[in-house]
């Protein structure tokens, strides 16, 4: 699936990328945090969540008990979208296979949507990230809690407060779900 996605040009974004972004971790993971598209830094070095959201958001984990190494961590997209801009439903969909297929081979216990883009494309929604965080949501059958976006909490940093909520939220979802392994 990696080599696939390396080399796909289902998107114009092939045209203009760096490299992929497949996703980094643990292919076992119990955890799958999704995010919307690789930014600047990412393209630059093909791993999801890296520069100042990227350390941020590494914080959260170790916050929750968790390494990067113990969670998968992917995008909607693959590729970069030019000056960072939000996906094109074109691009979404041409990703959409290999995000189910991700999903799909990691079987997560439980997805943390981080960010509007990612929660809307995951739980098709239009609402608005306001009203999806706070609850959980379902992707086929594995519990989704959707975060404020790393990005966001470093330009609003009163919101860190919130966030820590859903995450708290994720973790006694987690812990329900029972330690049964997949």
């Known amino acids: ?18 490299q992929t972004v497949f996703g980094t971790g643990n292919k076992q993971a119990d955890w799958m945090l999704i995010g919307e598209a690789p930014g600047q830094s ?17 914080e959260m984990l170790r916050a929750m008990g968790l390494s990067r190494d113990e969670v998968f ?12 801009r939000d996906p094109k439903p074109d691009e979404i969909q041409s990703c959409a296979e290999f995000l189910q297929r991700q999903i799909a081979e990691i079987n997560p216990r439980i997805i943390i949507a981080v960010g509007r ?17 706070g609850g959980v949501h379902r992707y086929r059958e594995i519990p989704v809690v959707v975060i404020y976006h790393p990005a966001y909490l470093l330009r609003s940093p009163l919101e860190k407060r919130k966030a820590w909520k859903d995450l708290q939220m994720a973790m006694k979802v987690f812990r329900d779900i029972g330690n049964n392994r997949k």
């Open 73 to 84: 961590i992917a995008n909607i997209l693959k590729c970069r979208p030019p000056n960072n």
């Open 117 to 133: 883009v990612a929660a809307q494309n995951l739980l098709h929604t239009d609402a608005s990230i306001g009203k999806l965080r």
């Open 1 to 18: 699936l990696q080599e696939e996605v390396a080399e796909c040009r289902r998107c114009s974004l092939s045209e203009t990328r760096t």
């Open 42 to 58: 990412e393209d630059r070095e093909g791993k999801p969540f890296v520069g100042k959201a990227g350390f941020l958001l590494t």
